[in-house]
T-cell receptor
Framework: GENVEQHPSTLSVQEGDSAVIKCTYSDSASNYFPWYKQELGKRPQLIIDIRSNVGEKKDQRIAVTLNKTAKHFSLHITETQPEDSAVYFCAALNYGGSQGNLIFGKGTKLSVKP | EAQVTQNPRYLITVTGKKLTVTCSQNMNHEYMSWYRQDPGLGLRQIYYSMNVEVTDKGDVPEGYKVSRKEKRNFPLILESPSPNQTSLYFC????????????FGEGSRLTVL
């Protein structure tokens, strides 16, 4: 089945710097890659997603890139702010026999220092 | 307001005492799922359901049961809880389409002594 690896597990940046989180997936049939943000004590929420027919997608300060050949995708956050501090999860959609079951990475704890 | 509601939000129980965590969604979603979140292990799927009366195991189903008798409800049952089931549990739902946003409940923090 699908396996999603996420790196790094923790990331600390200075306010205003950029942050990059990378994920690799194993199932070449996966074609949907969302990113979820979980603030401390709260539920995960979708912040951006990308489909396999697109190489890059942007939404203000966040962007996601996808390299299907290498089977990896990344989340880019520019001009980081303290409110970006959270745990970020990548995920891949596993078609296989599960008819579309999201498989999550283990998460990256991002800390943005003022 | 569109939401996924879990109850209880917090529970401390003892080994072997059966408990049920309820999950209800008001968005008419076909797909529902349960995850547990543990430090360093991310979100691991316990069970999921594609529609009424259709359930399947996720990555860590041992010690759990689910049922999907109605579209809106997807309870998680721990028949005989053990300390290794101490965790933060999330219920989630989405439309059946494969690329739909997954909506999470607020989470249920369970401690088994």
């Amino acid at each position: 089945g699908e396996n999603v690896e996420q790196h790094p597990s923790t990331l600390s940046v200075q306010e205003g710097d950029s942050a990059v989180i990378k994920c690799t997936y194993s199932d070449s049939a996966s074609n949907y890659f969302p990113w979820y943000k979980q603030e401390l004590g709260k539920r995960p929420q979708l912040i951006i997603d990308i489909r396999s027919n697109v190489g890059e997608k942007k939404d203000q300060r966040i962007a996601v890139t996808l390299n299907k050949t290498a089977k990896h995708f990344s989340l880019h956050i520019t001009e980081t702010q303290p409110e970006d501090s959270a745990v970020y999860f990548c995920a891949a959609l596993n078609y296989g026999g599960s008819q579309g079951n999201l498989i999550f990475g283990k998460g990256t704890k991002l800390s943005v220092k003022p | 307001e569109a939401q996924v509601t879990q109850n209880p939000r917090y529970l401390i129980t003892v080994t072997g005492k059966k408990l049920t965590v309820t999950c209800s969604q008001n968005m008419n979603h076909e797909y529902m799922s349960w995850y547990r979140q543990d430090p360093g292990l991310g979100l691991r799927q316990i069970y999921y359901s594609m529609n009424v009366e259709v359930t399947d195991k996720g990555d860590v189903p041992e010690g759990y049961k689910v049922s999907r008798k109605e579209k809106r409800n997807f309870p998680l049952i721990l028949e005989s809880p053990s300390p290794n089931q101490t965790s933060l549990y999330f219920c989630a739902s989405r439309w059946q389409t494969h690329t739909g946003e997954l909506f999470f409940g607020e989470g249920s923090r369970l401690t088994v002594l």
